[in-house]
């Protein structure tokens, strides 16, 4: 079983950039196919990021393509989320999730795919 743990998150301007952090413990971190979703007040969870197992493939939300840059250290246990321009619409908790997988080249969209779920980092972005 493995726990994550988010870090990075904060309050920022409209344009500004932030990096999160997701820090794995407890598992095999190169098993696990891993992702990003963030959940605004009063609306779902959505997908923001996925990465592959190895990182050489990665998927985005369309809102965010362009501007986030999702990455893995598997030597660090670590998964990254780049966050780059910003916008108030990008305000909600943000978290990171981990799917064991067998396959290398594999990216799961959905939260019900996903195993393990850290307990989320907040996102403030004013206007």
């Known amino acids: 079983q493995v726990q994550l743990v988010e870090s990075g998150g904060g309050l920022v301007q409209a344009g500004d950039s932030l990096r999160l952090s997701c820090a794995a413990s407890?598992?095999?971190?190169?098993?696990?196919?891993m992702g990003w979703f963030r959940q605004a007040p009063g609306k779902e969870r959505e997908f923001v990021a996925g990465i592959t197992r190895s990182g050489g493939s990665v998927l985005y939300a369309d809102s965010v393509k362009g501007r986030f840059i999702i990455s893995r250290d598997n030597a660090k246990n670590t998964v990254y989320l780049q966050m780059n321009s910003l916008k108030p619409e990008d305000t909600a908790v943000y978290y990171c999730?981990?799917?064991?997988?067998?396959?290398?080249?594999?990216?799961?969209?959905?939260?019900?795919?996903?195993?393990?779920w850290g307990q989320g980092t907040q996102v403030t972005v004013s206007s």
């Open positions: 407890g598992g095999t971190f190169s098993s696990y196919v």
């Open positions: 999730a981990a799917k064991s997988a067998r396959a290398w080249a594999q990216v799961f969209m959905r939260t019900y795919e996903y195993d393990y």
